[in-house]
């Protein structure tokens, strides 16, 4: 069964430090690519960070050097390290395989983790 849960989002002011994980199913995790990627109201969702199982990453221009995006085996998670946390920076984030996992036609996400950045 397919697992996807993200958490620690929050609010944080601008400035400020946050760190998201994502817990996937074990077989998803150990052979994808995974990224990180932020829903903002009225816009689609984009994929902001995401690493390779090798953990090659790539970042978005607008959060690199900001954001650190890892793999932590042990635990079958993704986690991601914010930094300097901008405004624009606020949305709900949702971990998935990148491409996103696709079942029954359907595309599969977690409920995700909201982020606000606000002072």
């Known amino acids: 069964q397919v697992q996807l849960v993200e958490s620690g989002g929050g609010w944080v002011q601008p400035g400020g430090s946050l760190r998201l994980s994502c817990v996937a199913s074990?077989?998803?995790?150990?052979?994808?690519?995974m990224g990180w990627y932020r829903q903002v109201p009225g816009k689609a969702r984009e994929l902001v960070a995401r690493?390779?199982?090798?953990?090659?990453?790539y970042y978005v221009a607008s959060v690199k050097g900001r954001f650190r995006i890892s793999r932590d085996a042990a635990a079958n998670s993704v986690l991601l390290q914010m930094s300097n946390l901008k405004m624009a920076d606020s949305g709900d984030y949702y971990c998935?395989?990148?491409?996103?996992?696709?079942?029954?036609?359907?595309?599969?996400w977690g409920l995700g983790t909201q982020v606000i950045v606000s002072s």
């Open positions: 998935n395989t990148v491409p996103p996992l696709i079942s029954s036609a359907q595309t599969v």
């Open positions: 074990e077989d998803i995790f150990r052979s994808s690519t």
């Open positions: 690493v390779t199982i090798g953990s090659i990453v």
